[in-house]
């Protein structure tokens, strides 16, 4: 039988120099930011991306913490083992501050994603805080995770992309970048939004997460956890919140997530992988996009790169 290095090292693939490589091409960007910009901040989702961005941006910048706080915003309906990860890990183990921006008028006002569309959720629960944040802290450049393999709005985007005053995105203008020459400049109260992941894919996170041991959020993992199937997406009750519809009833399934965000709108895949090389073996034999159980990116035609334009991460 195989040792776990053994199996390890086979799912990688030979993929290490190349691994090595996008390691340190972000590590470059991140220090690329620091160095231009006078106040930046690295946008902290929780998610797998943001683990990667993060444990990156501790080895660009160590033996020292990251000279860039992190910044999460907070929809309140995130899955609770996300909180509980950030509050535990992030800001108990590894001693690093997150600010973190609600929308409480969102909050008072009872915006929640199963009474109102996706657009307006996200809108008033998502956008309207990170713009409130980004224009409140004088932030002149937001680092994210966001990959282009992801969804095709985030393929047009630049490394370094620019916002403007009011943080919207024109995907028809935007700067060139030629041989990694990245043009950082900005007036006061322009900023720019930076990809340091743009050119990784999914299974390279994962490969990189083995490589590195990266601490993960345990909802990436298969689990049984109670599930209703909703609008074509297998949904978790993860609090008293979820109002079920008459006759429907929640069932235990063996589900995984790919992509974290609002537990409302993110859908599960059943999975029975538990590891990371598991995961790693299943990306390799999966047709669905990363992103096809995220409902915001469902509700119109081009609905995320509307979003952006308008201030969306």
């Given at each position: 039988m195989a040792s776990p290095e053994t199996n390890a090292a086979d799912e990688l693939q030979g993929n290490f120099k190349h691994l090595r490589m996008l390691e340190e091409e972000s590590i470059y960007i991140l220090r690329e930011v620091a160095?231009?910009?006078?106040?930046?901040?690295?946008?902290?989702?929780?998610?797998?991306?943001?683990?990667?961005?993060?444990?990156?941006?501790?080895?660009?910048?160590?033996?020292?913490?990251?000279p860039i706080p992190l910044l999460h915003v907070d929809s309140t309906?995130?899955?609770?083992?996300?909180?509980?990860?950030?509050d535990t890990y992030v800001r108990g183990e590894l001693g690093i501050e997150v600010l973190v921006e609600i929308n409480q008028?969102?909050?008072?006002?009872?915006?929640?994603?199963?009474?109102?569309?996706?657009?307006?959720?996200?809108?008033?629960?998502?956008?309207?805080?990170?713009k409130s944040a980004l224009t409140r802290n004088r932030f002149d450049a937001a680092i994210g995770g966001g990959r282009r393999e992801e969804e095709r709005s985030r393929a047009k985007e630049r490394i370094f992309s620019f916002r403007d005053k009011h943080h919207r995105w024109d995907p028809r203008n935007q700067r060139p970048e030629l041989w990694r020459l990245y043009n950082t400049w900005?007036?006061?109260?322009?900023?720019?939004?930076?990809?340091?992941?743009?050119?990784w894919t999914e299974e390279e996170i994962w490969q990189y997460i083995l490589l590195e041991n990266?601490?993960?959020?345990?909802?990436?993992?298969?689990?049984?956890?109670?599930?209703?199937?909703?609008?074509?997406?297998?949904?978790m009750v993860d609090?008293?919140?979820?109002?079920?519809?008459?006759?429907?009833?929640?069932?235990?399934?063996?589900?995984?997530?790919?992509?974290?965000?609002?537990?409302?709108?993110?859908?599960?895949?059943?999975?029975?992988?538990?590891?990371?090389?598991?995961?790693?073996?299943?990306?390799?034999?999966?047709?669905?996009?990363?992103?096809?159980?995220?409902?915001?990116?469902?509700?119109?035609?081009?609905?995320?790169?509307?979003?952006?334009?308008?201030?969306y991460f």
């Open positions: 160095e231009c910009f006078e106040n930046p901040v690295l946008l902290y989702s929780i998610g797998k991306d943001s683990s990667v961005l993060l444990h990156l941006a501790r080895k660009a910048f160590y033996p020292e913490k990251p309906w995130e899955f609770r083992e996300m909180i509980e990860f950030r008028d969102g909050v008072e006002r009872g915006v929640n994603p199963f009474d109102f569309s996706s657009s307006v959720y996200t809108d008033v629960m998502r956008t309207q805080p990170l900005v007036h006061r109260g322009e900023s720019m939004r930076v990809f340091p992941l743009s050119d990266i601490p993960l959020v345990p909802l990436y993992f298969s689990k049984d956890r109670p599930i209703v199937h909703r609008d074509g997406n297998l949904i609090d008293e919140r979820m109002p079920l519809s008459r006759g429907e009833k929640a069932e235990m399934m063996k589900v995984r997530f790919r992509t974290l965000g609002c537990y409302p709108v993110t859908g599960a895949i059943k999975s029975n992988a538990c590891t990371v090389s598991e995961i790693v073996r299943e990306l390799r034999s999966t047709r669905l996009s990363e992103r096809a159980g995220r409902a915001i990116d469902k509700d119109e035609e081009a609905a995320m790169e509307r979003k952006k334009r308008q201030g």
